[in-house]
T-cell receptor, first 111, second 115 residues
Framework: KNQVEQSPQSLIILEGKNCTLQ??????????LRWYKQDTGRGPVSLTI?????NTKSNGRYTATLDADTKQSSLHITASQLSDSASYIC??????????FGAGTILRVKS | DAGVIQSPRHEVTEMGQEVTLRCKPI?????LFWYRQTMMRGLELLIY????????DSGMPEDRFSAKMPNASFSTLKIQPSEPRDSAVYFC?????????????FGSGTRLTVV
């Protein structure tokens, strides 16, 4: 069964610190991998989209990496801000456009 | 662009009642998706449409759930009769095509509580 597993389940960090969220997947064949940010009470918002040939993609203070050989991705957040507090969801897209969602990592940034 | 618009934002209903959730996709988008999100199961795809035609409804949990897209600017998800286990946040999303570089745009969701 194609799965997407994220770690940690939740994370608390101090404002200004960096953090890295992990995503391991078994989805195959694989079209692209996406990271979404979901604020409380809102829908998910796309942060990055990477095809299998891309190793890294940045969006401001967010940098996603992808290792298609080991089927691992990470999302690195630099100089965290209070507004980064949210759930971060890793989504792997199969060929045929079926999305497989991770359970998400809940990040809380404290002042 | 106002994005994907869902209504209502919150719905509380009694078990056995009919519930209708509404979605207006982004103008010009040709794909529309309905998702359900719970703490236990995360985000689950229920059904999606392409050019108003249902393509895959394998995620619809049972016959109590139905979805329609009468035109390119409107879709409904109906639950009849509703049950407490249907309580969740229901998201609608739309996209232009399904090519890798196109992301989905999600609405803000409808939080459904069935008591």
């Amino acid at each position: 069964k194609n799965q997407v597993e994220q770690s940690p389940q939740s994370l608390i960090i101090l404002e200004g610190k960096n953090c890295t969220l992990q995503c391991n997947y078994t989805v195959s064949p694989f079209s692209n991998l996406r990271w979404y940010k979901q604020d409380t009470g809102r829908g998910p918002v796309s942060l990055t989209i990477m095809t299998f040939s891309e190793n890294t993609k940045s969006n401001g203070r967010y940098t996603a990496t992808l290792d298609a050989d080991t089927k691992q991705s990470s999302l690195h957040i630099t100089a965290s801000q209070l507004s980064d507090s949210a759930s971060y969801i890793c989504v792997v897209v199969e060929y045929g456009n079926k999305l497989v969602f991770g359970a998400g990592t809940i990040l809380r940034v404290k002042s | 662009d106002a994005g994907v618009i869902q209504s209502p934002r919150h719905e509380v209903t009694e078990m056995g009642q009919e519930v209708t959730l509404r979605c207006k996709p982004i103008s010009g988008h040709d794909y529309l998706f309905w998702y359900r999100q719970t703490m236990m199961r995360g985000l689950e795809l229920l059904i999606y449409f392409n050019n108003n035609v249902p393509i895959d409804d394998s995620g619809m949990p049972e016959d109590r759930f139905s979805a329609k897209m009468p035109n390119a600017s409107f879709s409904t998800l109906k639950i009849q009769p509703s049950e407490p286990r249907d309580s969740a946040v229901y998201f609608c999303a739309s996209s232009l095509g399904t090519a890798p570089l196109y992301g989905y745009t999600f609405g803000s969701g409808t939080r459904l509580t069935v008591v």
